[in-house]
């Protein structure tokens, strides 16, 4: 008998590489040892490779040292690692769920203010996250009035596209920004101003959906400001558990923290050995686990078939976790880029361990 298959969705750029070998950030190839270790068998589609009359797919499957395209029953148990936004592609995911299709991470970009009213509404999280409020004209100057320092970020960008800081500087305020939204954009720029706002950052905010927040008191690494990207997935047994931990350095030409804008990682332990000497690396990095484990396990509460999360927490210089946002599609690759082999592998194995868990009947815990 023949190992089940469990589905990964993918974009349309990863499908296209698969043949080639060229599947960017994504090593599909853990995806294959993982099947192999729980007897499953992953193939590879986009959402427009099943037929709905008949539930059959057209996917990749790994026959020999290649990949073949064939047509299958859609699986049971599918892995979403694509993004898609519109109304057409979300009715059709539903409709596979109703078809007995278990889809987990089937929506993963969720606007960063719904995530952030989820995650006030736990009083343990709520101590741990910046004040936050749509950037509307008149929220940004009253947030002005409050703090000076304020970071604008689209509510629903990744990579740390978008993302401007607003800072009091004396009797002045400096705006910087990003010249554009593409993710190759290095070109940063300054407006200066008294009280007026400037026009681009008007137009901005008017124009798409943004949200304001408190620039958080983040630690640093020679001056430069680093966050935590904590993989948080389901497992063997359906709970949540902590993969990995990596922390990323911004940049000295900018705030932001994230590899794909220039960020570089590092260990989280050699950061508190070398630079907080006063902190217990042991009792830090089980205090960032644990608050992962609280973030996940609320968002699941409210946002239905979570498995696999990609969390960025920050830390104050004291130790104390400060929540920055949630990625319902981990990039992965800060665990390669730090060469933690066992993480960035590991990453892949959970959701197939997690497919396995579904497979054989099991409910997940809360």
């Not at 940063?188 to 008294?194: E, S």
């Not at 830090?284 to 498995?307: D, I, Y």
């Amino acid at each position: 008998m023949s190992n089940p298959y469990v589905g990964i969705l993918v974009n349309d750029s990863l499908f296209a590489g698969i043949p080639l070998g060229n599947t960017q950030y994504e090593a599909i190839h853990f995806y294959e040892d993982a099947g192999k270790l729980y007897g499953l068998t992953p193939c590879y589609f986009r959402i427009h490779d099943v037929h709905m009359k008949t539930m059959k797919v057209y996917a990749y499957v790994k026959d020999g040292q290649h990949f073949k395209r064939k047509w299958s029953d859609l699986p049971k148990v599918i892995h979403n690692r694509a993004i898609y936004l519109d109304s057409s592609s979300a009715r059709t995911l539903e409709a596979w769920t109703r078809q007995g299709v278990t889809l987990f991470n089937r929506w993963n970009r969720y606007s960063k203010m719904r995530i952030h009213e989820i995650l006030m509404k736990n009083e343990s999280i709520r101590p741990h996250l910046p004040c936050t409020f749509p950037a509307t004209i008149e929220n940004v100057k009253a947030m002005m009035d409050s703090f000076d320092t304020l970071i604008i970020k689209p509510t629903n960008s990744s990579i740390g596209r978008g993302v401007m800081k607003l800072e009091r500087q004396g009797n002045l305020w400096k705006l910087l920004y990003p010249v554009n939204m593409k993710l190759t954009n290095r070109t940063w720029r300054t407006l200066k101003f008294r009280q007026h706002l400037p026009k681009l950052l008007r137009r901005r905010i008017v124009s798409s959906s943004y949200m304001v927040q408190q620039c958080l008191p983040l630690a640093t690494v020679d001056g430069s400001p680093f966050d935590l990207r904590i993989s948080v997935q389901r497992g063997t047994d359906g709970s949540w558990g902590v993969t990995g931990m990596i922390a990323k350095v911004a940049s000295r030409k900018h705030f932001l923290t994230n590899v794909a804008q220039g960020g570089k990682v590092k260990s989280l332990t050699d950061i508190l050995n070398t630079h907080y000497p006063q902190l217990d690396p042991k009792a830090v990095c089980l205090q960032m686990t644990n608050f992962a484990l609280l973030v996940a396990q609320h968002l699941s509460t409210e946002l239905p078939n979570l498995a696999d999360l990609g969390l960025d927490i920050a830390m104050t210089n004291d130790g104390f976790p400060l929540f920055i946002e949630c990625n319902g599609k981990d990039q992965r690759y800060s665990f390669r880029e730090a060469n933690m082999q066992e993480c960035w592998k590991a990453t892949y194995f959970n959701p197939m361990a997690y497919a396995k868990f579904i497979l054989d009947g099991g409910t997940p815990p809360c």
